[in-house]
Antibody, heavy 121, light 106 residues
Framework: DVQLVQSGAEVKKPGESLRISCKGS????????ISWVRQMPGKGLEWMGR????????NYSPSFQGHVTISADNSISTAYLQWTSLKASDSAMYYC??????????????WGQGTLVTVSS | SYELTQPPSVSVSPGQTASITCSGD??????ASWYQQKPGQSPLLVIY???KRPSGIPERFSGSNSGNTATLTISGTQAMDEAEYYC?????????FGGGTKLTVL
């Protein structure tokens, strides 16, 4: 069974750093792109960026470029989303989602269970 | 930047057909996917590559994409289909989601 399992909820202060994780199981980790998607409270889905674990190629949404870093450790089948200096506006649910590139497109399946990040002083 | 526009809400009676639209410039030239999200849950893929259903998704879910509009159709809508639905497409290596449509079954 293909699964993505994310790390637990985090409570941080503004200015702190944070790395959340997404561990794949039930498949060859390098097969799927891993994307990160933000959902602010009561709002819609926003794609942040993705990584190809096979070669660590990344690309980001212009809205998130420079604000977060996506990485992966193939040896433990885990992808990461990292901030160096959190802001209150980073408070949101963050999902990872797997996808295979086919015919120039990628659809998101499966999804992780989400990691709630709260940034408050 | 590329934008996908969905109606904020759609209402349907049980057993009837619900149609949710997603509009974007030349969307028909791209592949559209659709995701269902129920409160407190992760999104779930219900349609990919415009009309294909993943394993386990009921046949009452169907999709189409032409011109500037992709459409998710739910035939014989059930109470369990009440959820938020998001369309998604790729533009210039960037994934774009629509704003979401709240489907109410009443």
């Amino acid at each position: 069974d293909v699964q993505l399992v994310q790390s637990g909820a985090e409570v941080k202060k503004p200015g702190e750093s944070l790395r959340i994780s997404c561990k794949g199981s039930g498949y060859s980790f390098t097969t799927y792109w891993i994307s990160w998607v933000r959902q602010m409270p009561g709002k819609g889905l926003e794609w942040m960026g993705r990584i190809a674990p096979s070669d660590s190629y990344t690309n980001y949404s212009p809205s998130f470029q420079g604000h977060v870093t996506i990485s992966a450790d193939n040896s433990i089948s885990t992808a990461y989303l990292q901030w160096t200096s959190l802001k209150a506006s980073d408070s949101a649910m963050y999902y990872c989602a797997g996808g295979v590139a086919v015919a120039g497109t990628v659809w998101f399946d499966p999804w992780g269970q989400g990691t709630l990040v709260t940034v408050s002083s | 930047s590329y934008e996908l526009t969905q109606p904020p809400s759609v209402s349907v009676s049980p057993g009837q057909t619900a149609s949710i639209t997603c509009s974007g410039d030349k969307l028909g030239d791209k592949y559209a996917s659709w995701y269902q999200q129920k409160p407190g849950q992760s999104p779930l893929l219900v349609i990919y590559q415009d009309y294909k259903r993943p394993s386990g998704i009921p046949e009452r879910f169907s999709g189409s994409n032409s011109g500037n509009t992709a459409t998710l159709t739910i035939s014989g809508t059930q109470a369990m289909d009440e959820a938020e639905y998001y369309c998604q497409a790729w533009d210039s290596s960037t994934a774009v989601f629509g704003g979401g449509t709240k489907l109410t079954v009443l």
